[in-house]
């Protein structure tokens, strides 16, 4: 069966410092891949999405990027964190030729 | 971009009541999808729906692609229905994206 591991669950990161958040997927091929962001008590927002390697769509300008170095994971990335990076990132992914979307368990994200 | 929005934003029922969540978008999609938000932010998928009426135990959805609408039934709430519900809706042009609307927030009380 098909799982999706996202990690770490929560991070506290100073203001400048980096940021890496990765999101693998098991059991599937050739996924569709997501990036979303929530804030707190808000819906989620799409921020990329991937449909093959080294293929990133990005849906909103930021101080955030993402890569797809393999089929199966799709790594979210800043270089400097601002304080509006804060919230609740989920990945998500799609099978092939299978509407439907499952999401991982998500990163809280806290930069101070 | 198509607009998805939800009604009502927040809901609070006693046990056992019914309620009905309703989800509008602003363009013909592809595909939609109930999730229900659980208090620890896990996202389940209830329903894949894109047109017709589909039941699973006490929750039900039907979508009508045509009035560009769907909406979820909850029949005989339970507290562990509390959380945020959301339809995520794809557009039609093939981009593989999924847009989320504005969520409903239920609390249901003992």
């Known amino acids: 069966s098909q799982t999706i591991h996202q990690w770490p669950a929560t991070l506290v990161q100073p203001v400048g410092s980096p940021l890496s958040l990765e999101c693998t997927v098991e059991?599937?091929?050739?996924?569709?891949l997501y990036w979303y962001r929530q804030a707190a008590g808000r819906g989620l927002q799409l921020l990329f999405y991937?449909?093959?390697?080294?293929?990133i769509s990005s849906e909103v300008p930021q101080n955030l990027s993402a890569s797809r170095p393999q089929d199966r994971q799709f790594i979210l990335s800043s270089k400097k964190l601002l304080l509006s990076d804060s919230g609740f990132y989920l990945c998500?992914?799609?099978?092939?030729?299978?509407?439907?979307?499952?999401f991982g368990s998500g990163t809280q994200l806290s930069v101070l | 971009g198509i607009q998805v929005e939800q009604s009502p934003p927040d809901l609070i029922l006693q046990e056992g009541a019914n309620s009905t969540l309703r989800c509008n978008f602003s363009d013909s999609v592809n595909n939609l999808q109930w999730f229900h938000q659980n208090p620890w932010g896990q996202l389940i998928n209830l329903f894949y729906i894109p047109s017709g009426t589909k039941q699973n135990g006490r929750l039900s959805a039907t979508t009508v692609a045509t009035e560009r609408y769907s909406l979820l039934y909850i029949s005989s709430s339970q507290t562990t229905d509390s959380g945020v519900y959301f339809c995520a809706v794809e557009s039609p042009s093939g981009t593989y994206k999924y847009i989320f609307g504005t969520g409903t927030r239920l609390k249901v009380l003992a």
């Open positions: 991937s449909v093959g390697i080294g293929q």
């Open positions: 059991g599937t091929s050739n996924p569709n």
């Open positions: 998500a992914w799609r099978e092939f030729g299978n509407e439907k979307l499952f």
